[in-house]
């Protein structure tokens, strides 16, 4: 038992598991179908809602499926950069940067359907030494850096949001970052670490509107845990905010369309517990991906299979594995 322990202690098991998962970013990255939301990235990037809103559509007419795959090579178009940012922020999304970091991506990589999926395989790759630096400096050991890198490196629940051409690896990028930021100013409180968290997290806000509740931890943590700092984060919250605002109030003033574009995701016969019930049972899959995919507990319990057994049993080995290696 000791000698298995001692191999644990050393960074090579995590280190090859890292390996195998970021090789597997890069396996059959062009197999899985383009499907819809990866085609509105496409779409919004050229400042368009969906491919009526592109030009030369042909509309009442009979014409090869190439005639629409053309629409999505924004290259051929040869589209001018500052109309085509204009365009992206008078188009209504809750996620601005991901289309705005697309439109210098394809510029310099190409616009093939591949090409937008290496983006976010590349913003994966970067995630992994801040997290490694926040996983070491949360636990004072290189180790723990390293269990986190590979067991992010694995997950199934990771790996394919790493191969789509979505916003969410970018978003879960952004949010690691500003954890190792807050974590770091808040045990340094050097000026470097707050203007490094204020610069993240006004960039995780136009990833995703929905980063303002995890910086609403970070008020929690610091308002309850680092009480002399409350008052110097309430000010990099301010400054967050002031750089945020322009974005906000334009959500505000179109706020009619957002609710509308949100509108599918409610569900009138569902009481408004279970979905936050569902969302906390989620959790256990961040290591696996189960065919029925679901947020609501009747359907978790009501349709449970052989393979989400089996899943599930495969959670409670790297649950095990985690146990064990942080011993």
Known sequence: ???????????????AIAVIGISLKFYRLDYKMFWYDELATVFHVAGADDVLHLSDVHLDEIVSINEYTKLLKHSDFDYPLIPQIKKQLQNMNLNPLHYLLLSFWYRMVGDEFIHYRLFSVLVFLLTLPFLFLLAREMFGLKRAGWIAVSLYSVSPFIHYFAQEARYYILWAFLLVVIHYFIFMAARTNKNKWWIWYVVFSVLSLYASVLSGFMIFQHLLFVWFVKKELRLKFLLVSLIILIFYSPWLIYLFNNRNEVFAALAWHRFEAV?????????????VRTFSFYQNYTLFWDDVFGNITAAMKIETGINILILAFMIFSAV
């Open 271 to 283: 009481p408004w517990w279970a979905p936050l019930l569902g969302m906390v049972l989620g959790y």
């Open 1 to 15: 038992m000791e000698i298995i322990r001692h191999q644990f202690n050393k960074p090579w098991i995590y280190i």
